[in-house]
């Protein structure tokens, strides 16, 4: 199993430019979540899906959007970019039931100049 | 909402030395509360969790214990060893909020030869 993987791991943007970052997950797990990670302040998180079908906004949702395509993935654009939003992306999953672990991709790096 | 804050931010023991790293949330409704380590350039993994019904939970070196009436948290490491060396993210979730973490801001541990 690959577990969570996520393209691209890294990326640089000019203001005002879109991208989409693919989050994959091979656990059959039900939900899947996408946070930004800054220095000092943790994982905070900006949207998450409970189930395939269904998303919803998490702590920072402003200036992104999601799409849970299917059961394994989970999409986050940038419809246009800004320098706040240069940070570090994680991509997780959980199956939530039983368990409440979540797993972590490996991260994209993105910087906006 | 949920806050949880997390103390130190940064943390250097000696080799062979105990650790400890505290937590506090502020949502009594909280009843799950996990700790991730991350290493440098590495995504995050959990190391240990506790649920609400519990006090105290030990595998090996790692153990945490758990106030729920003063809501506080902490992680304790034996022995540390310098693979110990990571940032270490406390977090706490709500069953009803769809066990989604809110996440500590961190605390770098530095484990010396």
């Known amino acids: 199993n690959a577990g969570v993987t996520q393209t691209p791991k890294f990326q640089v943007l000019k203001t005002g430019q879109s991208m989409t970052l693919q989050c994959a997950q091979d656990?059959?797990?039900?939900?899947m979540y996408w946070y930004r990670q800054d220095p000092g302040m943790g994982l905070r998180l900006i949207y998450y899906s409970a189930s395939e079908g269904t998303t919803d906004k998490g702590e920072v949702p402003n200036g992104y959007n999601v799409s849970r395509l299917n059961k394994r993935e989970f999409s986050l654009r940038l419809e246009s970019a800004a320098p706040s939003q240069t940070s570090v992306y994680f991509c997780?999953?959980?199956?939530?039931?039983?368990?409440?672990?979540?797993?972590f991709g490996p991260g994209t790096r993105l910087t906006v100049t | 909402g949920e806050n949880v804050e997390q103390h130190p931010s940064t943390l250097s023991v000696q080799e062979g030395d105990s650790a400890v790293i505290k937590c506090t949330y502020s949502?009594?409704?909280?009843?799950?509360f996990p700790w991730y380590k991350q290493e440098l350039g590495k995504r995050p993994q959990l190391i240990i969790d506790i649920r609400s019904n519990v006090g105290e939970k030990k595998d090996q070196r790692i153990a945490v214990t758990l106030n729920k009436t003063a809501k506080h948290f902490s992680l304790h490491i034996t022995e540390t060893q310098p693979e110990d060396s990571a940032v270490y993210f406390c977090?706490?979730?709500?069953?009803?909020?769809?066990?989604?973490?809110?996440f500590g801001p961190g605390t770098r541990l530095s484990v010396l030869p």
């Open positions: 997780a999953s959980s199956v939530r039931d039983s368990s409440y672990e979540q797993y």
């Open positions: 949502d009594s409704a909280s009843n799950y």
């Open positions: 656990m059959n797990h039900n939900s």
């Open positions: 977090a706490a979730s709500i069953e009803n909020y769809g066990q989604n973490f809110v």
